[in-house]
């Protein structure tokens, strides 16, 4: 990066889509947060976009609510709809990031077509790519992430049992509270969460990689240092 693109603030910047991918528990949250803490960029969340067309009654939100009541899962179509949408607003004019999505294989191509004749086409730009960055976290430890949580039922306070317990195990080092565990975090639904991800969502990660698009990024480091080599990635891919 030269002199000149270094001195650009980021808050400036034209920064581009952002695709963060990632197992439950790589830590996407906290890094989806840095990224546009550091940007001034909007996160897009398929969950936010949902409860947001179904509050405001939007045809989109009236047919995701009736399939959602159904019991169903809300099709491809009706997704990208959503997404097409709010991609259209102004606060996404110099970058985003999508949080959620694409979850599937057809919906990775209908946002490669999108972003091509769309977005990229209508700038300009020559070289039509996402950023895309893969936060990549072996099993076991995504296992004990997700498995060592605890929880104060009376700060909430939140521990892990591997990687930062609490001075006396079992209990608050704040009040003395027995921790709890939750529901979610027991390995049998665990593990059936991470089976889920690995048959559907893991396919991205493939299709990305064979066109040449996917980076990624050691999720067994601190967050910080996760932190720092996501802004440099992206930093290196500015449109």
Sequence with gaps: MDGTSAAVDPKMAIVGPIILLGAPGAGKGTQAKAIVDHYAIPQISTGDLFRDHIARGTELGRAAKSVIEAGHL????LVCGMVAERLTRSDCERGFILDGFPRTVPQAQWLDHWLATELFEKQGVTNPKPVV???????????????????????GRIYNVYFSPPRVAGLCDVDNASLLTRRDDCEEVISARLKEYEEQTAKVIEYYRNNGTLREVNG????????????????????
């Design 133 to 155: 960055i893969n936060i990549a976290v072996a099993y076991n430890h995504l296992l004990q992430r997700l498995t060592g949580r605890r929880s104060c039922p009376t700060c």
């Design 74 to 77: 809300v099709s491809d179509d």
């Design 220 to 239: 067994n480091a601190d967050m910080a240092t996760i932190s720092a080599e996501a802004l440099k990635l992206i930093d290196g891919h500015r449109l």
